[in-house]
């Protein structure tokens, strides 16, 4: 699944088991496996990016800043299935 391409990801309603992680253990997808590729989806940001223009017209890219004023979900990369119950794990590892 592409990182733009958010229309596969899973709305299914299911009850969300509470799982607890050793400090080395990695997030897996309980639907397919995967352990690699995760999509954080953030609803209502503001993204401000500030940009220079060059004496030749063109633009490089200064600064950026965002701001979540929604609810953040976490999936899989591969299936969709949301992992938003492993977000504060993926938070906690984020470096």
């Known amino acids: 699944m592409s990182?733009?391409?958010?229309?596969?990801?899973?709305?299914?309603?299911?009850?969300?088991k509470v799982v607890t992680f050793p400090s080395?253990?990695?997030?897996?997808?309980?639907?397919c496996g995967n352990s690699k590729e995760f999509l954080e989806v953030?609803?209502?940001?503001i993204l401000t990016t500030r940009f220079?223009?060059?004496?030749?017209?063109?633009?490089?890219?200064?600064l950026d800043d965002s701001q979540v004023l929604g609810q953040v979900k976490f999936y899989c990369g591969d299936c969709g299935a949301?992992?938003?119950q492993f977000?504060?794990?993926f938070l906690e590892m984020l470096f």
């Open 82 to 84: 949301d992992l938003t």
């Open 24 to 31: 080395t253990q990695r997030i897996t997808c309980p639907e």
């Open 87 to 89: 977000h504060k794990r």
């Open 3 to 16: 990182y733009s391409d958010t229309s596969k990801l899973k709305k299914k309603k299911t009850r969300s």
């Open 52 to 62: 220079n223009q060059h004496s030749d017209g063109s633009f490089s890219q200064e």
């Open 42 to 45: 953030s609803d209502g940001v």
